[in-house]
């Protein structure tokens, strides 16, 4: 398992945020969420990142 101090997790979590164009301190704690629960692997946390932001968009829209 990878282990990153507090401040390569912040910069992680905050890359992903602007990659995906995202706000919001409940978008942080999703990316934190899947981060650990994907060992901070960046492809699979953009995966399920985005398909977990398809889904509200889709959910939001109906």
Sequence with gaps: MI??????QKAFVD???ESNKLKGASKK???VFLA???NWDKQKVQHRLR????AQR???SH
């Design 3 to 8: 282990e990153l101090d507090k401040e390569q």
């Design 15 to 17: 890359e992903m945020m």
């Design 29 to 31: 704690k999703l990316i």
């Design 36 to 38: 650990e629960r994907y």
């Design 51 to 54: 398909r977990a932001t398809l």
């Design 58 to 60: 889709y959910a939001e």
